[in-house]
């Protein structure tokens, strides 16, 4: 009879030749966002990184980009700026002219959120392209029960969230829907 680290040892080989074989994980591609996954409503954020040689720092990297897309899905400031120039003089006889343009555009996007219970719970790496992918998770019942023990929070602001955090989570859903796949 298999001792039980055999047999954790031979389900992990098996996971990771089907894990080479079967190419990337599918949040790979979906991506950020709101999910839905066996009656568990949580938020996810996926952040990767290329070209970082140190395995470490590259695995700490794409998981700090993971958290930082999912603090965008909560509060993103987005100015956005466009100059626009034309011109046109003409000399003289009206035979020549000269034309000019000049358009610049700017934008500055910021986010600043303080999420507690965020945690990774899945890595990849691409062997081909040394891309490291990592997922984050806040369960929406962990932070309603996170906020429940939040002392610095005024009482009328931690029942706000917990009535409003499932309400706020289908909407989150249903605006993550209408997303074209791939943006």
Known sequence: ?????????????????LMACGGPPNWVEEGSGAMNQDDSKSIYGVGAIVGVKNEPLAWEAAENRARAELAK??????????QDYAASTTAGNFTKSTEEQNVERAVKTFTAVTLNGVRPVDRYKDEDTSTYY???????????????QAKELDVEVREYVKKNADRLFKQLQEEEAKRPSGL
């Open 134 to 148: 990592v997922l984050t998770k806040l369960s929406v019942e962990e932070m309603k029960n996170v906020l429940q």
């Open 1 to 17: 009879m298999p001792s039980q680290v055999t047999r954790m040892l031979a389900i992990g080989c098996l996971s990771c030749v």
């Open 73 to 82: 899905t909560f509060r993103t400031y987005t100015a956005y700026l466009m």
